[in-house]
């Protein structure tokens, strides 16, 4: 089975701090994509990666940057972490041979 | 932007009984997807519903497909407590191997 996992469930960080939130996949996808998850909006994409170093601009990039060295970690970086930032941040990923997308656990982090 | 809009946003029933939950959405789609999150992990694929077929079946689920109305339904029959979850509907559109998700249904069975 595919195993996508998080580096942490639970994180709380300050104001002004740089977080990163890393994922990683075990079945050699292509794909990589982070989420956010808010209360009554669902799943927004933040950033995605087809390929090593290759990033692309999802719906709400603002204040997000990511880093694709190897095909199998895909990080999330909050340069300076801003209180509305707090949200669940899920990552996943996704090859060309299957439809579904593959969802890690969930980092829920806390900004204060 | 949000393609799809799942209805209703909250669902309580049952043991035994079925759950159906609606899904709309606004473009022309390759393929519709459900997922289940059961509170506070990541999301698991349940079933996925090309945009050439009209229904689907996978155990105890359901899904319909009408593209001209460009809406999908869920159905969980013979509904268990287990199955209390958020359900959320997504779809895939073009060749952006992206998915765009709804805000969801949060399903619960009463035992």
């Known amino acids: 089975d595919v195993k996508v996992t998080q580096s942490s469930r639970y994180l709380v960080k300050r104001t002004g701090e740089k977080v990163f939130l890393e994922c990683v996949q075990d079945?050699?996808?292509?794909?990589m994509f982070w989420y956010r998850q808010d209360p009554g909006l669902g799943l927004r994409l933040i950033y995605f990666?087809?390929?090593?170093?290759?990033?692309e601009k999802g719906d709400i990039p603002e204040g997000y940057s990511v880093s694709r060295e190897k095909k199998e970690r895909f990080s999330l970086i909050l340069e300076s972490a801003s209180t509305n930032q707090t949200s669940m941040y899920l990552c996943?990923?996704?090859?060309?041979?299957?439809?579904?997308?593959?969802f890690g656990p969930g980092t829920r982090l806390t900004v204060l | 932007s949000q393609q799809g809009e799942e209805d209703p946003q909250a669902l309580s029933i049952q043991e035994g009984e079925n759950a159906t939950m609606n899904c709309s959405y606004k473009?022309?789609?390759?393929?519709l997807q459900w997922y289940r999150q059961n509170s506070g992990r990541g999301l698991v694929h349940l079933i996925l519903?090309?945009?050439?077929?009209r229904e689907k079946h996978s155990g105890r689920l359901r899904v319909t497909l009408d593209t001209s109305k460009k809406s999908s339904s869920l159905l969980i029959t013979a509904s268990r407590a287990a199955d209390t979850a958020s359900y959320f509907c997504?779809?895939?559109?073009?060749?952006?191997?992206?998915?765009?998700f709804g805000s969801g249904t949060q399903l619960t069975v009463l035992p």
């Open positions: 990666s087809y390929d090593v170093k290759m990033k």
């Open positions: 519903i090309r945009s050439n077929e």
């Open positions: 473009t022309s789609i390759n393929n």
């Open positions: 079945m050699d996808h292509e794909n």
């Open positions: 997504a779809t895939e559109i073009g060749s952006a191997r992206q998915l765009t």
């Open positions: 996943a990923s996704w090859t060309s041979i299957r439809d579904e997308q593959f």
